[in-house]
């Protein structure tokens, strides 16, 4: 645990946990959670009989993310049986979205608190305590960015350091922009400090997040010129940013990119759909062509860029032929990685409305279509590296052999290796030998050895 709020002088108030679902974004969430309760007096535990407080961090991006946080509360439900006293909350953006039916449904919830009202937790616990009762505050706010509080980092390798919050792209599939609200930007200088204060704590690798992230702008610059201070903040070994939108990517950004070595060839750029007519009614404001230029654009820039994407099947009035154009389009990039959806009517959102909702079983088959393709294209794309030395980081054992150790290239892809004498967080050289399902294998090439380089 990489910690800056450790406060020994406090009295221990209890125990917490955090369960945290959905995406990385609230993973960061809980941390800065996590931050602020050992920051006035609570220390953090992983087991659930241990807990005095548990918090289930959530996500309502589509009906089985929800589900499986019905499905998990419903599970842990005794233990407030056993210890009455226990406090039981719901946070994030199913908090936002279903207060109502959670009080409802659900009574034996404390406190529900939506993504903007994270900074009331310790006034809300104390409330609670006082009085038996619902808590709740699922207010969103313009301007909340979280500034100056400090994370409680779980993992040792990679941090993830949230520079916005809120979307105002409004997709028409999409609840975040209601969940989280509209978009709003941290400063420049608190981002900076936080980069630093992880480097201190160990951290390697920064993943910065935002719901959109590249279309980060302050009075101080927009993203590139973020992304370029965050690269020269001396000891950050890898910088990942996640999810830009194909609007905001630049040629300024993909200089950026290409200048600084320690920014990661890897761009994750969301296609959704490759027809004309769905990507408007998604109202996701490009083209097939536009994106399949911008790809050319990012690879211009950056020869040897991996490409990941998301994609949705099943979209309200998507045809077969509609269908076939996102295949074509993926057929034309090959994407390296793929994270591939059934569309998923979110209540309140204008694509629920749509009257064409399209059929389960078409949107299994077309689904599953596309996983089929995305695995040859992802074997494809890594046996493209089979006989070249990628730059691997070192991130922890392998899960099949404490002989090896389990990294990633830059493209975020898996590789495993024999162990030498590297340590975790070192980047080292490795000869890819063989690519099988998403991970590649390879062999260390120790510095005298090295025949060429590549990316
Ligand atoms: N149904 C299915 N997938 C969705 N996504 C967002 N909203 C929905 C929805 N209603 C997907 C998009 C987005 C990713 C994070 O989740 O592909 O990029
Ligand atoms: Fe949702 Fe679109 Fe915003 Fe991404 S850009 S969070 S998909 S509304």
Redesign the pocket.
């Known amino acids: 645990m990489y910690n800056s709020n450790n406060n020994n002088n406090l009295q221990e108030k209890g125990k917490f946990l955090i369960e945290t679902f959905g995406?990385q974004m609230n993973v960061a969430d809980s941390e800065l959670v996590a931050g602020m309760l050992q920051k006035c007096g609570y220390s953090e535990t992983r087991d659930l009989n241990q807990a005095d407080i548990i918090f289930m961090n959530t996500c309502a991006?589509?009906e089985k993310a929800e589900e499986t946080v019905h499905h998990r509360l419903d599970s842990i439900q005794h233990l407030k049986k056993r210890k009455p006293e226990m406090i039981f909350g719901v946070l994030g953006c199913m908090a936002q979205n279903l207060k109502d039916d959670l009080l409802e449904s659900k009574p034996y919830v404390d406190i529900i608190l939506g993504p903007d009202s994270y900074r009331r937790i310790p006034e809300i616990i104390n409330n609670r305590k006082k009085q038996n009762g619902h808590e709740v505050d699922t207010r969103l706010s313009k301007y909340e960015v979280y500034d100056n509080l400090m994370p409680s980092r779980q993992d040792g390798v990679n941090a993830f350091v949230s520079i916005s919050r809120g979307c105002d792209k409004f997709?028409t599939?999409?609840?975040v922009p209601f969940t989280r609200g509209r978009e709003r930007s941290r400063s420049n200088e608190s981002i900076i400090r936080e980069v630093q204060d992880a480097v201190k704590n160990g951290f390697a690798e920064i993943t910065l997040l935002g719901q959109n992230v590249n279309s980060y702008r302050t009075e101080e610059g927009k993203f590139p010129h973020l992304l370029e201070g965050v690269a020269m903040v001396p000891g950050v070994k890898r910088i990942r940013y996640m999810?830009p939108h194909p609007q905001d990517m630049d040629d300024h950004l993909l200089q950026v990119m290409s200048e600084h070595k320690n920014i990661c060839n890897h761009v994750h750029l969301?296609l959704?759909a490759g027809s004309d007519r769905i990507l408007k009614r998604m109202n996701r404001t490009y083209t097939k062509t536009e994106f399949l230029n911008l790809v050319d654009t990012i690879r211009d820039y950056i020869p040897n860029c991996s490409i990941s994407t998301?994609?949705?099947v099943g979209f309200p009035g998507e045809t077969n032929v509609e269908y076939e154009e996102t295949l074509e389009v993926m057929n034309k990039v090959i994407f390296d990685r793929a994270?591939m959806?059934?569309?998923?009517?979110?209540p309140g959102?204008k694509?629920a409305e749509y009257s064409d909702q399209i059929d389960e079983v078409i949107k299994q088959k077309r689904l599953t279509r596309l996983i089929d393709l995305q695995q040859t294209h992802t074997l494809k794309a890594n046996q493209r590296h089979i006989g070249k030395v990628l730059k691997v980081m070192v991130e922890k054992e392998s899960k099949k052999s404490p002989q090896q150790w389990s990294g990633r290239t830059e493209g975020n892809m898996g590789v495993i290796f024999d162990k030498n004498d590297e340590q975790i967080k070192d980047i080292v050289d490795i000869l890819i030998q063989d690519a099988q399902g998403v991970s590649m294998f390879g062999n260390r090439v120790l510095e005298k050895e090295m025949i060429h380089e590549v990316n």
């Open positions: 995406c991006i589509r997709c599939f999409c609840i999810s969301p959704q998301d994609i949705i994270f959806f059934k569309y998923s009517p979110r959102t694509a």
